[in-house]
Structure formats: structure tokens, C-alpha cells
């Protein structure tokens, strides 16, 4: 392969203009399959968070236990569990509603009773929500004399309502303070989210009194009236389906430009390898088998694509900076060119390229008598 390269290098100074357009063209292809993969990824992430903000986690239910029912965390976890296994689905968090008390520091007092509520991604596993953020109100609330500071506390704003609803959450630290204030009953929930545009409330409920009816069965209460299941995002199939399609309109012209460069490549190096046929015939005549002809068409088309990949690294290296700058702008989204995902596809799309120019090129050479080459006129 050493000297196939070697020779290839040597043919490459003999025509230096086709070297350096197929490496141009080449380049170009690769560059914007880039730019277009990584664009395709930041505008549907982007647009994907702004349909979450104003619609909701696609598919999302929450199931929510009448207090009566005394379940406890390790219930409704086993519940969130069995309901998302049985739909194929993910427990996105679990939640308890506190007795409702009154604010006894203003502006809070002027609420009435309030139910806070405390987020949990898992059992123990506090939610990361945004505590502090209480929509301008720079105050505490007060419980029998016991102050609950604003850093412990968080009330959606407009953006994160489809999300999270209109409630007061509460830091879990702060739960127990909250409930040596109170005697009332704690009414605790999941909420599991599927994905799907389809309505599967019947069957969340269905899952859910699967795990809780024992419980039920044991303190005499008919469960299914006290679990309950509600569909809290907005469907907007439309809006979500139109956001799939801008990824793969992007694709389609990534992929589009990658196998233009490609076609072009091919064709290129299928007219260089007929130019040439007198040199290869004369190979094969002195004893090169098809191995060797194919590792000399091989090493012409890998200088080009190592030519390519190294002048597309130095592009995007340079355009990094502004790209994820316009990124940030644009769609409030940090992106990066070079990852490893759009490097592996580029890698699968190169190499089929690679196999095409040398499979197409290998076939034009081989199936040509190398006696009838050698003894015909050459231009």
C-alpha cells in the first residue's frame, strides 16, 4: 500500500488541477453536510423547547392519589414504575401535595391556603427547578412563626406554565416544616410521559390502580375514584410534526450535497482511470493483479478524501466560534461542529463514497482486455 501511495502521490503532481478541484469540491460537500447536521440538531432542539414551553411535555399524564389513600413514596414509585413499563414510557417526576396552609407574611397572606408542592425526579432525588424565582416577589412565608426563605421557593412563570402549572413549589428541605404546621391529609402523584400524540388516559389508570388497589384493598377504600389521571400538555400534533420535518429537511439537503460531491467524485475519477487505462493495462500485462490495480485506484481516491477532511477541519475550526454564536441567537441553543456523532455519519457517508469511486474505477479497468488496450492507438 506503501508504494501504491507513493505512486499515486507521483500521478497527483503530474495533474495537480484535478487534485485540487476534486479536493475543493469535496471539501465544500463536507463542510456543509456539517454545518447543515449540526444546524438541523440546534434548530429542532430549539424549536422542540419552545413547544415544550407552550404546550407541555409531549404525551405527559399525571396521576394523582386522593390522600385518603395514605400512599407512601415507595408506593407511588413502584406505581410511577409499573405505569411507565407498561407504555413504554418514562417517569419524568414524582410530586406530593401538602396540606394547604396560610402565608402568615404578606404578600403570600393576601393568597389564601395554598397546597406546596415538592418535585422529586426519583425517591430522594430533589427536582433541579429554578428555587428563588418567584415572579418579582422578594419575600418569605411564614408558617406558625417559622420563616420558609425565597430561595426555597419557585412559581412558574408564563414561559414554564405548560410545564409545571400555576402552583408554589417548595424545596424539599422545607417539607417537614410544612407538615408539623398541619395535620392534613398528603395527596401524592407521578407524572409519566409517553410520546405520544395518541390519548392514553384509560390506560394510565388502569396501569396506575394495578400497583395501588392492594393498598386500597387494605384500608377498605375503592380506589378508582381516588386515583385520577389528567393529560396536562396540549397535543398540537401539527406544530410537533412540523418541527420533525424541519431535522429532516436539513438531512435531505445534507445528505443531498454529500452524495452530489460524491456522484461528482466518481464520475471525475472514472474519466482519470480511463486516461490512464494504457498505464494500468501495461501493469497488468507485467503481472499486477486486480488487488494491485485496486490499491493504486485506492490510494488516488484516499489522498483525495484525506486532502478534503483536513481542509474541512481547518474550515470548521474557524467558523466554530461564529456558528455557535448565530446558534445561541437564533435558537437559544449552544452548538458544536465538530462532535463525534456528526463526525461518525460523515465518516459512514465517506466511505461509501470511497467504495463507490473505487469499485466504479476498479470495474472500468479490469474488464478491459490489457492486450487490446496496449495495442490500440493511443490519443
Not at 400555576?166 to 391529609?185: A, C, E, H, I
Request: aromatic residues 6%.
Amino acid at each position: 500500500m506503501n508504494r501504491s501511495l507513493r505512486l499515486a502521490l507521483v500521478l497527483a503532481r503530474r495533474s495537480p488541477f484535478r487534485i485540487v478541484m476534486l479536493t475543493a469540491l469535496t471539501t465544500v460537500a463536507i463542510v456543509i453536510f456539517t454545518l447543515v447536521s449540526e444546524l438541523a440538531r440546534v434548530s429542532q432542539e430549539g424549536l422542540d423547547s419552545a413547544i415544550v414551553q407552550d404546550s407541555g411535555l409531549h404525551g405527559s399524564y399525571e396521576v394523582s392519589l386522593d390522600g385518603s389513600l395514605q400512599a407512601s413514596a415507595a408506593t407511588v414509585d413502584e406505581a410511577a414504575r409499573h405505569t411507565a413499563a407498561g407504555l413504554g414510557a418514562r417517569v419524568w417526576g414524582q410530586w406530593v401535595d401538602l396540606p394547604e396552609v396560610r402565608s402568615e407574611c404578606p404578600p403570600f397572606e393576601q393568597l389564601g391556603e395554598q397546597s406546596l408542592r415538592v418535585l422529586w425526579r426519583a425517591p430522594g432525588v430533589p427536582a433541579d427547578l429554578p428555587f428563588g424565582d418567584t415572579g418579582g416577589i422578594d419575600t418569605v412565608w411564614c408558617i406558625d412563626g417559622q420563616q420558609i426563605p425565597p430561595d426555597a421557593l419557585y412559581f412558574p412563570d408564563a414561559d414554564h406554565q405548560a410545564v409545571y402549572g400555576t402552583r408554589l413549589y417548595l424545596r424539599g428541605d422545607y417539607q417537614d416544616l410544612v407538615l408539623l404546621s398541619t395535620t392534613g391529609p398528603l395527596r401524592r402523584g407521578f407524572i409519566v410521559v409517553t410520546g405520544q400524540d395518541q390519548d392514553l388516559s384509560d390506560e394510565v389508570h388502569s396501569l396506575a390502580l394495578e400497583t395501588i388497589a392492594p393498598l386500597a384493598a387494605s384500608t377498605e377504600v375503592d380506589p378508582g375514584p381516588r386515583v385520577t389521571v389528567q393529560r396536562i400538555d396540549q397535543e398540537n400534533a401539527s406544530v410537533r410534526d412540523a418541527s420533525r420535518g424541519v431535522g429532516v429537511t436539513y438531512g435531505v439537503i445534507g445528505w443531498g450535497v454529500l452524495a452530489l460531491a460524491g456522484i461528482a467524485l466518481v464520475a471525475v475519477q472514472a474519466i482519470v482511470t480511463r486516461q490512464r487505462s494504457w498505464f494500468y493495462a501495461l501493469a497488468r500485462s507485467m503481472g499486477a493483479g486486480t488487488w494491485r490495480i485496486g490499491a493504486m485506484l485506492s490510494a488516488d481516491t484516499l489522498l483525495v478524501l484525506l486532502a478534503s477532511s483536513a481542509a474541512s477541519l481547518a474550515v470548521l475550526t474557524v467558523a466554530q466560534p461564529t456558528v455557535r454564536d448565530f446558534a445561541d441567537r437564533a435558537f437559544g441553543v449552544d452548538a458544536h461542529v465538530l462532535n463525534l456523532d456528526v463526525a461518525v455519519t460523515l465518516a459512514v457517508g465517506l466511505g461509501l463514497i470511497f467504495g463507490a469511486t473505487v469499485v466504479t474505477s476498479l470495474i472500468g479497468t479490469v474488464r478491459r482486455d490489457p492486450i487490446a488496450v496496449l495495442e490500440s492507438p493511443r490519443d
